[in-house]
């Protein structure tokens, strides 16, 4: 699944939860019984993901929250690997609109 945040928007509880909504219907349709066996997730504790409601959403599907410790130093692997090697895919080319850099980085991803 990948989601994109329009520029000049905030992450905050309201846009997490339709994330993870939507994360948990891509889960649903494409890997139809992972939800059953009981879901783990790994996210950090930064606040829209730490406040009450996001908290007991994930109680509600059954998700059990690896914990995170605060202020971490660790990257999550997302950053680790995905970032440095999508820069480097991006890297010297223009594009006219963000459109045009979610084409892109779908593609890219896809592959």
């Not at 948990?24 to 783990?40: D, M, S, V, Y």
């Not at 509600?60 to 990257?75: G, N, Q």
Request: proline share 7%; aromatic share 10%; charged share 20%.
């Amino acid at each position: 699944m990948v989601d994109f945040t329009p520029p000049g928007s905030t992450i905050n509880t309201a846009a997490y939860q339709e994330t993870l909504k939507k994360l948990k219907e891509a889960i649903r349709k494409n890997r139809p019984g992972f939800l059953n066996t009981g879901f783990l997730l790994w996210h950090n504790n930064a606040r829209p993901r730490s406040v009450a409601a996001t908290v007991n959403l994930l109680i509600s599907w059954c998700w059990e929250i690896l914990p995170h410790p605060s202020y971490s130093p660790d990257l999550a692997l997302s950053d680790f690997r995905l970032c440095p090697k999508i820069n480097e895919h991006l890297s010297g080319q223009r594009f006219h609109s963000n459109d045009d850099i979610q084409i892109e980085v779908k593609i890219w991803l896809r592959a």
